[in-house]
């Protein structure tokens, strides 16, 4: 699936960095407290930590695949659509969502604007925060990935990137969050 025809600014530093296949191999275990980073968030015009939330509520760190402003990973652009469309229920369970892609500012905000995206998109072109995470990367951009840290920055939920299975569905989301935000209501 293209989502269009327009393949400009797809080959860059980005592409190259990323294009030898490295897989998905997280280390980050359960029950951790995981890495704390910040980067700027496209969609409020702000920075975000991620540990400006511990003590607060629970984050979904949805790492995602998209090339350029123009160019999604087939696998990923249904999920972006899915997550920005139930981006009202998590917060409403007390859930932050926070999209992190490799695309630079000024993709990231033709993103914003052409998704009407709600939740915040982090942007990290550096794709430093990836790698932190070990997302894994392949042909020219890094891996999809889900993790779900509770309001402490304890990891509770990780799905890393396979053909088989893509990204985390929402389902599955929506099940991780509900104990975690029973504990803090």
């Known amino acids: 699936m293209l989502t269009s025809n327009d393949f400009s600014g797809l080959i860059n530093r980005r592409f190259w960095d990323n294009f030898f296949p490295i897989p998905a191999t997280s280390?980050?275990?359960?029950?951790?407290?995981?890495?704390?980073?910040?980067?700027p968030d496209i969609t409020n015009g702000h920075l975000i930590r991620?540990?400006?939330?511990?003590?607060?509520?629970?984050?979904?760190?949805?790492?995602?695949?998209i090339f350029?402003?123009?160019?999604?990973?087939?696998?990923?652009?249904?999920?972006?659509?899915?997550?920005?469309e139930q981006y009202e229920e998590f917060v409403k369970r007390g859930v932050e969502v926070l999209m992190i892609t490799s695309t630079d500012e000024r993709q990231?905000?033709?993103?914003?604007?052409?998704?009407?995206?709600?939740?915040?998109?982090?942007?990290?072109?550096s794709c430093g925060i990836f790698r932190l995470y070990q997302v894994g990367q392949a042909l020219g951009a890094p891996l999809p990935g889900q993790?779900?840290?509770?309001?402490?920055?304890?990891?509770?939920?990780?799905?890393?990137?396979s053909f088989f299975d893509h990204n985390a569905s929402i389902k599955t989301l929506l099940e991780v969050i509900d104990p975690l935000t029973t504990?803090?209501?």
């Open 50 to 65: 991620l540990s400006q939330f511990r003590g607060d509520r629970p984050v979904i760190l949805a790492f995602t695949r």
């Open 183 to 185: 504990q803090t209501v």
């Open 108 to 125: 990231s905000k033709i993103v914003v604007k052409d998704l009407g995206l709600k939740m915040p998109l982090l942007s990290d072109p």
């Open 68 to 84: 350029t402003e123009k160019q999604y990973c087939p696998f990923c652009y249904p999920h972006i659509k899915a997550l920005n």
């Open 147 to 161: 993790f779900v840290v509770d309001q402490n920055g304890i990891l509770k939920y990780k799905h890393l990137f």
């Open 27 to 39: 280390d980050l275990r359960l029950g951790i407290k995981t890495p704390d980073f910040q980067l």
